[in-house]
C-alpha cells in the first residue's frame, strides 16, 4: 500500500524549460512534505519543504505547491538546468499527532534536463 | 558543515553472516532514523530512536536490531543475513525529529 505515489518514473526536459515533478498521497495525517533530490550512490539531499497550513513554498528555481484537497503536490523547477538531472524523490511526514515522525518516500521520479 | 556520517561505505558479506553499520549524526541532532533502498525501489523506514530511544519502528526485519548510543551515533546490526539485504542503508538525523531529516552517504552491503 503505497501511501506516496510518483507516477511518472521519469522526465525529460529541455534546458531552460519548466521541469514539475508531480506527487499524490493518501493519509490525510500527513502535515509536512518534503522534496529531496538524490545522485547515485549518494544519500538523498533535501531540496525544499512545505507544512500543509501552506500552499505554495518558494526558493530560488525551485517551488513546491501543495494542494489538500486533491492530496497532491508539485514541484516545480525554473529554469531547469542540466545540473538538474537526477532523482527526485517526495516524501511525508506525520505529525505530533499521528504519534509519528518517520518519512514515506515516494517511488521517484527520474529527471533529466537536456542540453 | 558537518554531515551525517555513515561506515563503512560498501560492506560485503557471506549469507548467514552479521553486519554492523554505524551512524555518526550531525552534531545537536539528537534523532537517528535508518533507511533501506533496495535497487530500483524508494527508501524504506527500517527504524528510528530519539534521545537513545526508539521513537518509531517500521519494517525492519527481527533480524535485524538498532540501538543508539550516548553520544547519539547508532549502530544497525544485522544477522543471518540474506541475499535480500544487499541494499543501501541510509542514516538520517534531524534535531528532535521536528525538522527535515538529513541524510548520510549511506552504506551499500552486498550478501553473496
Known amino acids: 500500500d503505497q501511501q506516496v505515489k510518483q507516477n511518472s518514473p521519469s522526465l525529460s526536459v529541455q534546458e531552460g524549460r519548466i521541469s514539475i515533478l508531480n506527487c499524490d498521497y493518501t493519509?490525510?495525517?500527513?502535515?509536512?512534505f518534503l522534496w529531496y533530490k538524490k545522485y547515485p550512490a549518494e544519500g538523498p539531499t533535501f531540496l525544499i519543504s512545505?507544512?500543509?497550513?501552506?500552499d505554495k513554498n518558494e526558493d530560488g528555481r525551485f517551488t513546491v505547491f501543495l494542494n489538500k484537497s486533491a492530496k497532491h503536490l508539485s514541484l516545480h523547477i525554473v529554469p531547469s538546468q542540466p545540473g538538474d538531472s537526477a532523482v527526485y524523490f517526495c516524501?511525508?511526514?506525520?505529525?505530533?499527532?499521528?504519534?509519528?515522525?518517520?518519512?514515506?518516500f515516494g517511488t521517484g521520479t527520474r529527471l533529466k534536463v537536456l542540453a | 558543515a558537518a554531515g551525517v556520517i555513515q561506515s563503512p561505505r560498501h560492506l560485503i558479506k557471506e549469507k548467514r553472516e552479521t553486519a554492523t553499520l554505524k551512524c555518526y549524526p550531525i552534531?545537536?541532532?539528537?534523532?537517528v532514523y535508518w533507511y533501506q533502498q533496495g535497487p530500483g525501489q524508494d527508501p524504506q523506514f527500517l527504524i528510528s530512536?530519539?534521545?537513545?530511544?526508539?521513537?518509531d519502528k517500521g519494517s525492519i526485519p527481527d533480524r535485524f536490531s538498532a540501538q543508539q548510543f550516548s553520544d547519539y551515533h547508532s549502530e544497525l546490526n544485522m544477522s543471518s543475513l540474506e541475499l535480500g539485504d544487499s541494499a543501501l542503508y541510509f542514516c538520517?538525523?534531524?534535531?528532535?525529529?521536528?525538522?527535515?531529516?538529513?541524510f548520510g552517504p549511506g552504506t551499500r552491503l552486498t550478501v553473496t
Open positions: 538520517a538525523s534531524s534535531p528532535g525529529g521536528l525538522e527535515e531529516q538529513y
Open positions: 493519509n490525510s495525517m500527513f502535515d509536512y
Open positions: 512545505i507544512s500543509s497550513i501552506k
Open positions: 516524501a511525508a511526514k506525520g505529525g505530533a499527532t499521528s504519534g509519528t515522525y518517520k518519512y514515506i
Open positions: 552534531p545537536r541532532h539528537d534523532t
Open positions: 530512536f530519539y534521545e537513545k530511544m526508539q521513537s
